[in-house]
């Protein structure tokens, strides 16, 4: 593992560093000497000034989108964002009916905000993608009734960067009459989002994800569907009342600039981290084993989202110390359930529990992918002849008198298998073989380390609490440890 200062950001769809140029135009709306003043303020130049600087922000937004920048409402982010559409559109719109149709494959500030209003009485249509990740604009025409009141639909997906036919499910939207919301957070920047000729009629975006600051986002709201939104929150009446507040001046200048950089900038990067992300995959599909998720669809250009056969996601990320990347596997997660994403496109446990997703940005360079390729490849490798999942049971001394006991089993999340020499009653050696959480490979290899020399009234050091205690493993994943144990009782059964 290299030293924290080497590491690779390759996590660009969590979020993204502020650019340089955006941190000085934010800057100049802070301090004393700078645009300060609250843009409510009508009545001196420091109000005024900050008033400019938020209302050029607005105009540099809407270009960015080819919207009128009273179709621009700023927010706190895209959470807020989706927020304000889906439950701001539902509310106003009740008397006219309560149901909406939205995706399985939605970030949670979509889905949330549509359980919140199941518990007011809405009904909600979840759709599933295909094995791809899109959604059918067919299957949205089927779902629509005559009380739906809203669409919601992400452009592209956070996870595996799937872009949805955000033009064809929006002009099934517009011909029942149904509003069309989608949550672009990661689109917006990255590939071209233009409202004149897109059939929506309300999106959200969020500064963090375009190389803005995080806290400041927007939510775009076509002209003629204003009569649809209600607000969700009260106060001042900034933002005409749709999003009430002291305007926060240095972030929505923030995201301005992080606007106009985009616009400059997206045809290129777009290119270049296309021909990035394929060069990544080029680099570790040979490994064999490797599913792309979301193949066969168009996808973001910045998002690589693989499955690795025979590995569990968490361990993977751990041990590439020189990556920073994320992973589908719920092994450190309070959910029990890895991705619902990739469960949602029809991977099954264990490959939507070994996923990883590259997402690289404007400041990760050919250099860096090849770094990526070359830790990715050995990490696979190393823990593939580590894995049950992977590797057939050959014991490791042929023409030796071994034995062997596992636990656990494929599709489940630890799986553990002994090999012991034994001669004179003792254990001459003994190799592991693991699949599982970090915590688990870890106690796995410190037990193959314990059992030579022990005889077999008494094999097994200790208790899994202890092993706990050892390794500092977290009560909750104790589970984890009796699989371990069950594998050494499993070497005792089968002891001459
Ligand atoms: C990041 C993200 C959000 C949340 O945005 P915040 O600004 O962090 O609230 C919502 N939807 C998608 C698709 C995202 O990627």
Redesign the pocket.
Known sequence: MTPEADVIYLDY?ATTPVDPAVMRAMNACMGPEGDFGNPGSATHRFGRQAAARVESARAQVASLLSAEPDEIIFT?????S?NLAVLGIARANADRGRHLVTSRTE?K??LDPCKRLEKEGFSVTYLTPDHSGRIDPNAVRAALRPDTVLVSI?F???EVGVLQDVRAIGAVCRERGVAFHT?A??AVGKIPVDVRELPVDVL?F????LYGP?GA?ALYLRRSARPLLQPVTFGGGQERGLRPGTLATHQIVGLGAACDLARELQPAEATRLASLRDRLWHGIAGLGGVHLNGEGAPRLPGILNVSVEGVEGESLVVSLGELAISTGSACNSASAEPSYVLRALGRDTQLAQSSLRFSLGRFTTEADVDVAIAAVNREVRRLRALSPAWNAAAPPWPDRPALSGEAGAPGQDTWIRFHLLVADGVVKDARFQAYGCPHTLAVAEWMAKQLPGRRREALQPGTPADWAKIHSVPTEKLGRLLVVEDAVQACLRHWP
Request: without cysteine; charged residues 15%.
């Open positions: 769809a706190s982010g895209a959470t807020e989706n970030h500030a979509v992400m592209a997906n956070n949550d957070a990661q959200s969020t500064g963090h994800k995080k986002g």
